[in-house]
């Protein structure tokens, strides 16, 4: 296992790996992933923290997929566990702006809605 | 390394002169502007100079003119008056003057000694005397019987005769001074018209050969018919009476029946002492040569001419190449009465500008600018001159005003413009070939500067360029020469600094390297003993993989299973990834039916795989237990893996849809990827299931989310399953597969059996990765109705 390209880097709130970066934008409150982004389960573990240290702070979000050009079904699962959690802790307000011309984008962030109801799903 | 300088030089001075060029070019560009904005500002001045000139010019030629041809007509008019009052005078002071006019009758030289003409049957005074006195044979009483061949004068007409003796006095020295005359004459009233005429002339043998007949008409209504009326008509006019000179009467022009060329005979008639009756008229042949002559000479401008014309247009006076150019054309053998007219009619012209041309209405100087005539431009003044009372032939007196015209050709008037404007023009030419003289002139000083300036900059960027060449081949010993005070000499020296500097340091670098050198051998033992242990560990999970794949692989469905199925043939196909992805598919009968499963397991390896087996054997159990509810039976599956994987603790959900085939209706249940329907023309619909469940394994109970539709299916439509491992496929550049193409590949081959379907699918997808690494299982299930 010599393959280290995946290996995140950066600090707790800005994750780059090849290819990708996730990074929270405090002022806004707006979490930002670009790039494409084929990690294998474990390797999501940092941008779940991220996510989960993020709805704990604070219940308003915002997410934005506009230039995440693939999420692979992994990192799927780990939006629709992030959403379930948020259902969980409730009185959230969190918003999610995607694109409709990203393939995974649409097939997949309506999920959300169905694991959080109280979600806002911005598709431009 | 020279080559450096030359270039840095020659961009250096590229830059410079196409910035002095430019610099230069608008310069000129807005002087040359300014001339040419210059010159036609000039111009325009000068064409409204020349213009307004031109005019005054031709406006006061024209009025000098029209005073001249008035002068000319009235002084003949004058003569006449004089000759007029006297003969007034004489009428009226007729008792008064009987003494006289008797004695006058009997002396010598006044005495009319009429002598009756047998041949011609008139009484005409013999050559010698000092006027011509004829009379008319119509005014002899008829002949006696003894005397043939011999009549008397009726004697009221001999009296008439004796009264006007005295004119033998005024007729003959009027017609020498004055105005050119041609003759002046005295013509009785009504029966008793005979005529005293001045100079002498056998005036009835003329007339007798010009006009037969005449010697028995009575001579007014015979030679001018409808004048005398014209006259009596004035009697009713106390004012006119009054004023003899406002009487003068004007023929038209005419050709003078003796050979004189163009004349006008002025009329004034006289009245008898109570101003009740016609009492007889002074006459004078006013020869026009001198008139005409005057109009032809006049010269305008180059090729300018003027003419006179009467009301009725007809030209009398014009040079012959300005009747030429105004197209006149003379209509001969008219007659008006006994007179021959002239006749050059304006609106008979071959012109038809000149047809159109009105003569002036008032008594304005008029200006008819341009008139194009016969393709050339001219400038057309006409002004009309004083009235004057005019009889033409048969017609009544009328008033008469004669126009003069100017015709000029424009291009005359406005040659000194274009002269004028010739000149600028010539003389912009001549600022714009200097300017660019000067700019040329300029522009090669200026270079001639930057090249030797540059000469020098570049002589120093050259040597630096070949020092740091040297520095680049490892020669540190290197130094530039550069002694100058600007920055190149500063460049110079810190160059030097740096390349002892480089000297300096690379003999340390040598020793620095091995000490570096013992560490990296160090390192790598380290490795090396570090990827020992991890081959070992790669091996325990390669095997691990190898397992994975065996299981996914292990449950699928045999072909031989697949073509047992009735009604349907299907066909499948999954290739796991290098590192397994948990694909699932499964195709079951279940009574006449058939249950097909299709789903991906999220994330790779050794627990998606083992996830794939728990849904292959819940499906399974389920269909065993002949589950029929489909959306019972797949929360019944969600709940198993839902409680299977908090168990375990595995971190892994899974799409699934879930098939039920039964007599060409296909049912399908859960959220996976889209389902391509293919019909049987080759027509595409996609059957989207993002509404008809959720991903499995992550909620205990989806009940609420599961949905269900059904597709109708006729023999040969053909359904089209798939794993995202298909459509995220990517290729050398990273661009993913997609659903399009996959739909393309699928309507090519649709017509052919599944498993030739599947085949071209599969092929597609691998031909399109090509060497990129293939990051997902590839599975599709193809079914077609048979």
Partial sequence: MTDTTTRPTGSETDIKGPGYRVWFDLPARTLHFEGVLRLSTSEYKPIEDLLDGVLQASPTLALRMTELQFLNSSGINMLYKFAIAARKKGETEIKVHGSSTIPWQGKSLPNLKKFLPAIVIALD | MATTGSRFRTKFVLVAGVGLVIGLTLAALASLRGISSLGSDASEEIRKGLERASREYLTNHLEDTAQRVEFLRGRAGAELGVLAAVTQTLIDQQAALAPLTAAAAAAGPLRDALVYDARGEWSQTPAGEPTAVAVWGYLHAPAAPNQPGLRDIKPEVRAAVAQTALLDLLLPAQLQHGAEKQAMYFIGPEGAEYLRIAPYADAAGHADQLYPGHNNSPFWGFYFPGIVDGWKRWLADPARMREPATQLTGTAPYTDAGGSGAIMTLFQPVWDATRTRF?????????????????????????????????????????????????LQEVRGASGGGVDIFQRFLHQSRDPAIRALALPSGD??????????????????LKRLAPFNAWSGSADIVPERWTLGFVVPAAEIYASLHKARDTIAASSRGILFNQIAITLFALAVVMLGIFLVSRRMTGALVDLAAGAG?????????????????????LGRAFNQMAAEIRANTHDLERLVEQRTAQLQRASREIMALNERLAQENLRLGAELDVARRLQLMVLPPERELAEIEGLDVAGYMRPADEVGGDYYDVLRAGDGVKIGIGDVTGHGLESGVLMLMIQTAVRTLQAAEERDAARFLNIVNKVLYQNIQRVGLDRTATLVLLDYAQGVLRLTGQHEEAVVVRQDGSIERIDTIDLGMPVGIEVDIAAFIARTEVRLSPGDVVVLYTDGITEAEDIHGEQYGIDRLCEVVRRAHERPATDIKQAIVDDVMRFIGAQKVFDDITTVVIKRR
């Fill in chain 2, 364 to 381: 304005a100087v008029d200006y008819r600018d341009p008139v194009a005539i016969g393709g050339q431009d001219y400038v057309v003044v």
């Fill in chain 2, 279 to 327: 009492a007889g008229a002074v006459g004078v042949d006013v020869t026009l040569g001198q008139l005409i002559r005057y109009v032809q000479d006049l010269r305008l401008a180059g090729s300018g001419f003027a003419f006179l014309a009467q009301d009725n247009g007809n030209v009398f006076a014009v040079r012959d190449d300005g009747q030429n150019i105004l197209g």
């Fill in chain 2, 470 to 490: 040297k520095i680049a081949q490892k020669d540190y010993e290197v130094r530039v020469d550069v002694r100058s005070d600007d920055e190149f000499g500063a």
